[in-house]
């Protein structure tokens, strides 16, 4: 029988292509957006509504693939969003909203389908984290921050429900060509302000980061090789050398070091 898979976000970027990749292979796959209507290309899977921010939105997206799938094998906690600005000036209200959709919702998504996997003895949580969140980017510490704590929730869940029969792990991409660029929420680059110079430069920059980016489908193929392995690791990164290199650099250098490396790529 095939696995039946959650996958939110699957409107466009990764979650897109990795649900197209996963239906071609054989699985059973659910994806989400928060407005289905809107979609204009014919998929082959299903898109179910999801404001991963509401809480009825989760429980009737999960009770809805529960009718009409009757199980659930692979939760893909993939909807997310960027932000940009510099601490001292962002909007809490907007960090608010990230944290709400880049953690606390993903979380709720697990709390969701947890139910049912335990019912099941089996299951799978992947949750889709990111290599900015093993650091403290400037001028994205909102993003990283957001990324960094979904990424050690998912190492106290994995522990928790491990017992169960259920796995848990968290894939960090590095940059991927997505249109996540032009959904990000960008703290405006004020006048005057003693960072409109180098936030707007860091602005260009990572944008020209995601659009040189590597094609999403790498994302897709790592996630059903996760699937298929049965037991995975905790973490996994998957994206260009010299991002992935970053972790490891941060694991031995002083942190002097490796904070002069980054200010240095950022030109700060
Ligand atoms: N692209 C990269 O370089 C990169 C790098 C590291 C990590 N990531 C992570 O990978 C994931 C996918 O990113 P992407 O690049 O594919 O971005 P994307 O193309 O902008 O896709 C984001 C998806 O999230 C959904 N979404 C956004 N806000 C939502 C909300 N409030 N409720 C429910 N769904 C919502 C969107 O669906 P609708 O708009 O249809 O609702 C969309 O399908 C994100 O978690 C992102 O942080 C991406």
Request: aromatic content about 6%; charged content about 20%; proline content about 6%.
């Amino acid at each position: 029988m095939a696995k039946v898979v959650l996958i939110t976000g699957a409107s466009s970027g990764l979650g897109l292509s990795t649900a197209l990749h996963l239906h071609k292979i054989g699985y059973q796959v659910y994806g989400t957006s928060r407005n289905p209507e809107k979609n204009t290309i014919t998929l082959p899977f299903p898109l179910i509504p999801l404001e991963i921010t509401n809480n009825d939105s989760i429980d009737s997206c999960v009770a809805l693939v529960l009718k009409k799938a009757g199980r659930l094998d692979v939760l893909i906690n993939n909807a997310g969003v960027g932000i940009t600005g510099p601490m001292e000036e962002i909007d809490l209200t907007a960090v608010s909203e990230n944290f709400a959709i880049n953690c606390f919702g993903p979380l709720q998504m697990a709390q969701a389908v947890l139910p049912k996997m335990r019912e099941q003895s089996s299951g799978l949580i992947i949750n889709i984290t990111s290599i900015a969140g093993v650091m403290g980017l400037p001028f994205r510490g909102v993003y990283s921050s957001s990324k960094s704590a979904f990424s050690i929730m998912t190492e106290s869940l994995r522990m928790e429900v491990k017992s169960f029969g259920i796995e848990v792990c968290s894939l960090a991409p590095g940059d991927y060509a997505t249109d996540i660029a032009s959904r990000r929420y960008h703290a405006p680059v004020i006048e005057n302000s003693p960072y409109q110079r180098i936030y707007q430069e860091n602005l260009d920059t990572m944008n020209k980061h995601v659009s040189d980016g590597n094609p999403p489908q790498e994302i897709a193929i790592a996630i059903s090789k996760i699937i298929k392995k049965g037991k995975p690791a905790v973490h996994y990164q998957v994206g260009p050398f010299v991002q992935k290199l970053s972790k490891i650099l941060k694991g031995i250098l002083p942190n002097r070091i490796f904070e002069k490396l980054i200010m240095n790529h950022y030109k700060l």
